[in-house]
């Protein structure tokens, strides 16, 4: 098997949704300036909501993608109300506060999503029910699953469903507009409270898509999963340049194919067996094809934060983000 | 009946008084033109006409209806629109975007004619309109803020200092097509530092300083008074 390939292919599975995780962080911060910390846990109750009405459909004879898709159906808007109550509720209130105020407020309400996940979905590791018939494909050396088929095409879908509504629709200009000038945006006759108010509505669809793709993919889900998810969609956002969003689907692919490719190689590079002097200080353990792994794949949250730290300390914009200098 | 009717105006940043009590009027069909020097408060009486600052009192009446307390967006869509001081295009949409961003508040179907409009007025605009605001020069960024202006189809247009920080060629051509416009009806309150070619333009004429109206008059007798030919056309008195 060609493990390459196999990380390759897992990475742009996991990237893809990153992508459109990362997409929620980037278009709040274009419009507002603000990171906000709880879009993970929209993910997360994404998940949830799906998980739930999944379970409840299992049994009911339906096709398994009628169940999944019923089971989106729901997180959607459940997910683009959770968006928009804490645009309303948390952060409008605070628009012409200090950034920080917001930034705290965003902590805030990530913790009480979770609590209020904690409160309906229990504690527990829950099992995503396993409805659809996996299926492998073998591709040059390597496998891929009808799930991660399914994932791959869908995010591509729903980015490409985005860069339209960005750069081809009304409500998109007015978007770009707000962005770039909010003052003159309402000069011109933008309501920009609903431009606001439609951006983090459309970022959190996007999360609960993302967070049914996640709990299917891995089989499991917990109240969380929203937080790690988040913030390696959070550095995808910066990877690509924050407020870009172009940037945020390259950054997202590019942060899951890192993170693949070193969950799949840290534990050979990190074999001390493989370094002939180390392995004869070693010894015995050594011997006879033995291994001295140091880190093994349990690291691979290593590497979205290292991409992180490298991204800031070099390129603090971002791959695409030279935009952001530009907004007065 | 006034088109635009601010009576006692006053504007408070903190616990300084900007404007003090203003009364002006603009006449459907007028080009008036307010003048005087930087920190007059002109800038912060047309912010408070718009809704954009806050501790703003006093009554301010367009079209026989109190707007002090509209939403910034709905006085586009009544027709009231400003340009605003150093032209805020939008940088990275392009010429014909931020221009459809104009047209953003109608729905109607004249609005490609008016975009040909436009194109015609600003022929340059038309030769750019598929590159980025940010890309135009000075005096074409001024020529976009004015089109896109013109692309809500204003009854009344305000103007803050659309000469500042041109060459002195361009300021002409700006200050001839925003004569062209009044011409073809649009009602127009023009602030400028340049007082001399706004008065020119104009038909009448307020003068500003320190926060207050000091001379109100029709704009050939402001051109002829000492005082302002003194303080504002750089003459000294005769």
New interface residues.
Partial sequence: MDIFLQQVINGLTLGAVYAVVALGYTMVYGIIQLINFAHGEVVMIGAMVALTVINALAKSGLSPVTVVLAGTGCAIPVCMLVGYAMERLAYRPLRRAPRLAPLITAIGVSIILQHLALLVWSRNVLAFPQIVDLRVFHVAGARISNVQLAIIVVCVAMMAGLAVLVYRTRLGAAMRATAQNPQVAGLMGIDIDRVIAATFAIGAALAAVAGVMVGTYYGVAQYTMGSILGLKAFSAAVLGGIGNVPGAMLGGVLMGVVEALGAGYIGSFTDLCRYGWLARLIGERCADGGHFVLFGSNYQDVFAFAVLILVLVLRPSGLLGERVGERA | MSLLEVRALEVHYGGIRAVKGIDLDVEPGELVCLIGANGAGKSSMLRAI?G?VHGVRGSVRYAGEEISGL???E???RGL??V?EGR??????TVA?NL???A??RRDPDVRDDLERTYRLFARLAERRTQTG?TLSGGEQQMLAIG?ALM?RPRLLLLDEPSMGLAPLMVAKILATVREIARQGVTILLVEQNAKLALEIASRGYVMESGAITLAADAASLLADPRVREAYLGEGAA
Avoid: K
């Fill in positions: 718009c954009l939403a910034v967006h006085r586009p869509r629109v400003m605003p805020g295009i939008f940088p990275q949409l975007e459809a961003i104009g953003y508040a940010g896109r809500s």
